[in-house]
C-alpha cells in the first residue's frame, strides 16, 4: 500500500528530535536521472459504459491510463502539480522522485505525460523499507515527504530550475510507537492562510488508530509546537493522501480493498476550521468509486487552480509494479453545487 514553509528551515534540528538518515544538502551529488517515454491512453468516461461526466459536486475532467519505456516507472504514491498545471513533481515508493509535465487539450483535459524523468531520493541501492517514500506536499521552495515503516518526514529545498536537496528529517511528533509500520503517514499539508493554523504542517495516517479507532494526525508549527487530533475512520476506508483547498478545507483521498468487493476509493471534504487539539474530525462524502469505475488503487492527490478558479483535483494510482494493476491520472473539477452544462 504501498505557504510561509522556508521559515522551517532556520529551526533548530534538536528541536524535532531529528535522527538523520542520509547526507544533507551539501554532500548530495547530481542525481542519475532515468529519462523515460510515457505512453498515454485517454481516459474520457470515469464511469465504465456510461458517458456521465457530473458526480454530485464534482464534474469529471478527464484521466490517462499510463505506461513507460522504463521498468523503474510506476509505484506512484503522491505529487504535486504546480500553479501552471502542466509541470509535475512526485514520488515513488520505491524510493525514487518522478517529474514531468501533463500535455492538455484546449479544453484543460490530459492528453497525455511528456517529458518524464525518474531518479533515486538517495543514491545507490537502498533497502525499500527505508526508503518507502508516501506523502508529499510543496510549498513554496519547500518539499515536505513523509515516510513509512522508517517513520519520519524529510524535508527539502526546492531550487527554482534544479531537484530537491534534502535539508533535515524529522520524527513526526506523534507516539512513534504506536504507528504501524506500513500504516503511517500517507498526508503532509501545509495549511493554507485562510485557516488559524496557517503555515503548519498537517499529518494524516493511512490507518495508525487512536484509543477510538480512528485515525492519527498531527498539527506542527515552525516553531516546533505540536498537537494531536484525529480523522474519522468509517466503512473501512484507508486515507491514501490528501491536500487543502484555498478555502482552508481538507480534501482527503481514500481507499478500501477486500477480496469480495477489490479495491474502491472514496473523496472526502474535512471543514478545516474543526481541527483543534484533541478533536476528532470528519466531513462530507464528495465521491464514493467502486470497479464500475476507473479506479486502480488510488495513492495521491494534488490539488491546483483553473484559470476560471475551480478547484482542480489531479489522482494517481500506485500499480505496485504488477501487470494486474495501472497507473491512472484522474481528475475532477470541483464545481459544487453548479448546474451540469450541456
Known amino acids: 500500500m504501498q505557504t510561509p514553509a522556508p521559515v522551517i528551515r532556520g529551526i533548530a534540528v534538536a528541536a524535532f528530535g531529528v535522527a538523520a538518515l542520509f547526507p544533507a544538502a551539501g554532500a548530495v551529488a547530481?542525481?542519475?536521472?532515468?529519462?523515460?517515454?510515457?505512453?498515454?491512453?485517454p481516459i474520457t468516461n470515469f464511469r465504465i459504459g456510461t458517458d456521465q461526466q457530473r458526480f454530485g459536486e464534482l464534474e469529471f475532467a478527464g484521466g490517462l491510463e499510463m505506461t513507460a519505456s522504463?521498468?523503474?516507472?510506476g509505484a506512484l504514491s503522491a505529487l504535486h502539480v504546480f500553479p501552471d498545471r502542466s509541470r509535475i513533481l512526485g514520488v515513488a515508493d520505491t524510493g525514487l522522485w518522478f517529474a514531468g509535465?501533463?500535455?492538455?487539450?484546449?479544453?484543460?483535459?490530459?492528453?497525455?505525460?511528456?517529458?518524464?524523468?525518474?531518479?533515486?531520493?538517495?543514491?545507490?541501492?537502498?533497502?525499500?523499507?527505508?526508503?518507502?517514500?508516501?506523502?508529499?506536499?510543496v510549498a513554496g521552495g519547500t518539499v515536505f515527504v513523509s515516510f513509512e515503516q522508517r517513520h519520519r518526514i524529510a524535508e527539502y529545498e526546492l531550487p527554482k530550475d534544479g531537484h530537491?536537496?534534502?535539508?533535515?528529517?524529522?520524527?513526526?511528533?506523534?507516539?512513534?510507537?504506536?504507528?504501524?509500520?506500513?500504516?503511517?503517514?500517507?498526508?503532509?499539508?501545509?495549511?493554507?492562510?485562510?485557516?488559524?493554523?496557517?503555515?503548519?504542517?498537517?499529518?494524516?495516517?493511512?490507518?495508525?488508530?487512536?484509543?477510538?479507532?480512528?485515525?492519527?494526525?498531527?498539527?506542527?508549527?515552525?516553531?516546533?509546537s505540536s498537537y494531536e487530533f484525529s480523522v474519522k475512520r468509517s466503512d473501512?476506508?484507508?486515507?491514501?493522501?490528501?491536500?487543502?483547498?484555498?478555502?482552508?478545507?481538507?480534501?482527503?483521498?481514500?481507499?478500501r480493498f477486500n477480496m469480495i468487493d477489490g479495491v474502491a476509493m472514496r473523496i472526502r471534504r474535512i471543514p478545516g476550521k474543526d481541527i483543534a487539539?484533541?478533536?476528532?474530525?470528519?466531513?462530507?462524502?464528495?465521491?464514493?468509486?467502486?470497479?464500475?469505475?476507473?479506479?486502480?488503487?488510488?495513492?495521491?492527490?494534488?490539488?491546483?487552480?483553473?484559470?476560471?478558479?475551480?478547484?482542480?483535483?489531479?489522482?494517481?494510482?500506485?500499480?505496485?509494479?504488477?501487470i494486474l494493476q495501472r497507473n491512472l491520472l484522474l481528475e475532477f473539477r470541483l464545481v459544487g453545487d453548479m448546474p451540469e452544462q450541456g
Open 101 to 137: 509535465h501533463i500535455d492538455r487539450d484546449k479544453t484543460g483535459r490530459p492528453t497525455g505525460l511528456s517529458g518524464a524523468s525518474m531518479w533515486r531520493m538517495v543514491p545507490g541501492s537502498i533497502a525499500k523499507w527505508k526508503t518507502d517514500a508516501e506523502g508529499m506536499t
Open 164 to 224: 530537491p536537496v534534502l535539508l533535515r528529517e524529522q520524527k513526526p511528533p506523534v507516539p512513534i510507537y504506536e504507528l504501524r509500520d506500513n500504516k503511517g503517514f500517507e498526508t503532509v499539508a501545509v495549511a493554507p492562510n485562510s485557516l488559524p493554523i496557517a503555515g503548519a504542517l498537517v499529518g494524516v495516517t493511512e490507518r495508525s488508530l487512536d484509543k477510538n479507532g480512528n485515525m492519527m494526525a498531527f498539527v506542527r508549527w515552525p516553531d516546533g
Open 30 to 41: 547530481t542525481p542519475d536521472i532515468i529519462p523515460m517515454t510515457v505512453t498515454s491512453s
Open 277 to 322: 487539539e484533541g478533536a476528532t474530525v470528519d466531513g462530507k462524502v464528495l465521491l464514493e468509486a467502486n470497479m464500475l469505475y476507473q479506479i486502480d488503487n488510488m495513492e495521491g492527490l494534488s490539488i491546483s487552480i483553473d484559470p476560471d478558479g475551480t478547484p482542480r483535483l489531479t489522482l494517481v494510482s500506485d500499480d505496485n509494479h504488477s
Open 70 to 73: 522504463s521498468r523503474h516507472f
Open 236 to 255: 473501512e476506508f484507508d486515507i491514501t493522501d490528501g491536500q487543502f483547498l484555498p478555502d482552508g478545507d481538507l480534501i482527503l483521498l481514500e481507499r
